[in-house]
């Protein structure tokens, strides 16, 4: 009985340890599942403090009748807040607002390169907004604003004004109506009246943006900028004011004692006096009455030097038909510039075209010297006056005003003059030849050493040709009429005249003869179009002897 009681108690034990032990599981696993299942809670973050914080001040008082939300402050006031410190002579702190005015000699710090300074300011700690007026003086580095209304966010770092201000940066100076400037990225953005000066320039505009840090000027609306005697004229571009280098698009217009230049994007560099035009260039000198036409051209002003190329035209428009002159390049040289002895040179080459209605020329290049006003043709030059064609080795016409004085033919000179028949021509062949012009008509012409003539008199009575008459010589002296040969003169000459219809085929076209029409430029748009002379007609290279050198 004992026995049994004994065991009873020991299954009873035994059930009691086994159901503690199922229960601890039971409450493991459970612990476990919740753990899986719910988020895990973690460290709560701690809020960011947004109060503004008074650190100091020699006097606080406290009127609730008069301003029962502000504590008054006075002497050497000091304030912190978010890494701001601000300081006044006096203050009204509103602590539940978060705001304060501050009044005398206001000022304010962020880090060691923003300030801010004012008679007056009101600081909302909230959106961090300080509206500063009276003198206000905002300072960045080497940059200050100076206004008298101000309003600065220190959350965007920026600074604006609506009732005027100026910007100093080293030694550029910036005003206008309207403007902001952001402290962080050293932008400046002024609209209405903005106005930009230093030592060597002066600019205007209604629109700018400045680069503080870069000194980069980005010009957004009509802007003109003077230098010197030059003038820039640009509604898009950028103007580096420490190089003084200006990129400039949409059409600006550089101007420069009256030598204009535009295109679609312009360079230019003060310094070097260097400028740069690209696309549809047109450069004009309206002292000189010409301009240059073409996709890219370069002037320097310091040395006169000017290039254009890609489909380069050069006009004269002095007179009054316009002569026109297209080379696959035209470069101009100047000499003694800067001195009363001043002249220039233009080259052009290759593939030379000249086109005005009186006048027209084709030659592979070409040069103009302003000293003597000579413009010399090279290589197959064929000169064209109405009726009439010049050819030679060499062409010099020489110029008066614009118009043509006097032309020189050096080397297998040939004239021709197509007659009204269109069937018969007057020639002549020599070694030289000189024509001579009054009023853009040539007048007389004179042919020197192996003279060769074939030429048909008109009938006094009805002007027609009957007759063909021969010369060979060693000078002529032709006279013009009304564009007509009048009458010759030769020293001493043997020939032969011939009825019209017994002219010997030798003597009817004289020896290197070719009537060029087909090379001949027909109009203004025809001196593009390059053709060249035919196989065979060319002139042929004489080699000379040279007089040997001195030793």
Same mark, same amino acid.
């Given at each position: ?8 108690? $020991? ?28 988020? +895990? ?5 701690? %809020? ?88 206000? =003086? ?29 910007? !100093?940066?080293?030694?550029? $100076? ?9 402290? @962080?990225? =050293? ?10 000066? /230093? ?66 994007? !312009?360079?230019? @560099? ?14 004009? @000198? ?16 310091? %040395? ?11 006009? @004269? ?16 040289? $100047? ?6 002895? +001043? ?6 080459? /290759?593939? +030379? ?12 290049? &070409? ?18 006056? /109405?009726?009439?064609? &010049? !050819? ?50 040539? $007048? ?29 010589? /060693? ?43 087909? !090379? ?12 060249? =002379? =035919? ?17």
């Amino acid at each position: 009985m004992t026995q049994v009681n004994h065991t009873c108690h $020991t299954l009873r034990g035994h059930r009691f340890i086994l159901g503690m032990v199922l229960c601890l599981f039971a409450f493991c696993f459970l612990q476990s599942w919740a753990v899986g299942k719910r988020p +895990v809670r973690r460290a709560q973050k701690k %809020t960011e403090d947004k109060r503004v914080y008074l650190v100091h001040a020699d006097q606080l008082s406290y009127d609730r009748w008069k301003n029962s939300d502000a504590q008054v402050l006075k002497g050497n006031v000091a304030f912190r807040h978010q890494g701001a410190r601000l300081f006044c002579d006096s203050a009204n702190f509103f602590e539940a607002s978060n705001s304060f005015e501050a009044f005398g000699h206001v000022k304010m710090y962020q880090g060691d390169t923003l300030s801010l300074f004012s008679d007056y300011g009101y600081y909302d700690g909230n959106e961090q907004v300080m509206k500063a007026l009276k003198n206000v =003086k905002l300072k960045n580095r080497d940059a200050v604003l100076y206004t008298d209304s101000l309003y600065y966010d220190r959350i965007y770092n920026q600074g604006y004004f609506e009732e005027g201000g100026k910007l !100093v940066d080293k030694q550029t $100076t910036l005003t206008s109506d309207w403007g902001e400037y952001h402290t @962080d990225t =050293k932008m400046a953005i002024f609209y209405y009246n903005v106005k930009m000066r /230093n030592k060597r320039f002066f600019m205007t505009s209604d629109t700018l943006y400045y680069n503080t840090g870069t000194s980069m000027a980005h010009i957004v609306g009509p802007t003109d900028i003077y230098q010197g005697g030059s003038h820039i004229y640009s509604e898009r571009g950028y103007y580096d004011t420490n190089k003084e280098q200006a990129r400039l698009m949409d059409r600006s217009v550089m101007d420069n004692g009256g030598k204009t230049m535009v295109g679609d994007s !312009v360079y230019y @560099d003060s310094k070097l006096g260097f400028s740069q035009a690209f696309r549809n260039v047109i450069y004009v @000198d309206s002292v000189n009455k010409n301009m240059l036409t073409c996709n890219y051209g370069e002037y320097n002003e310091k %040395t006169g030097y000017a290039m254009c190329t890609d489909s380069a035209v050069s006009i @004269d428009y002095s007179q009054k038909d316009s002569l026109y002159m297209h080379a696959d390049t035209f470069k101009i040289y $100047t000499y003694n510039i800067n001195t009363d002895s +001043v002249f220039r040179t233009v080259h052009a080459y /290759n593939k +030379v075209r000249a086109y005005r209605i009186d006048l027209q020329a084709v030659c592979d290049s &070409l040069v103009y010297n302003s000293q003597d006003s000579c413009m010399t043709l090279y290589r197959d030059p064929i000169v064209w006056n /109405n009726n009439q064609q &010049l !050819v030679g080795e060499e062409i010099q016409v020489f110029m008066c005003d614009s118009t043509i004085d006097h032309a020189h033919v050096i080397n297998q000179a040939f004239s021709i003059e197509q007659l009204r028949d269109s069937v018969h021509f007057n020639q002549v062949s020599s070694r030289e030849m000189f024509a001579f012009f009054t009023a853009g008509e040539m $007048t007389e012409a004179q042919a020197k050493d192996n003279v060769i003539v074939s030429f048909y008199p008109e009938d006094s009575s009805d002007s027609s040709y009957v007759l063909n008459i021969y010369l060979e010589t /060693n000078e002529l002296r032709m006279f013009m009429k009304d564009q007509k040969m009048e009458r010759i003169w030769t020293p001493k000459s043997d020939g032969m005249a011939y009825p019209l219809s017994q002219i010997p085929a030798d003597k009817r076209l004289l020896p290197g003869f070719a009537w060029f029409d087909y !090379v001949r430029p027909l109009d203004k748009d025809d001196i593009f179009e390059w053709r060249p =002379k =035919k196989s065979g007609t060319e002139l042929k290279i004489v080699k000379r002897r040279n007089l040997p050198a001195h030793e």
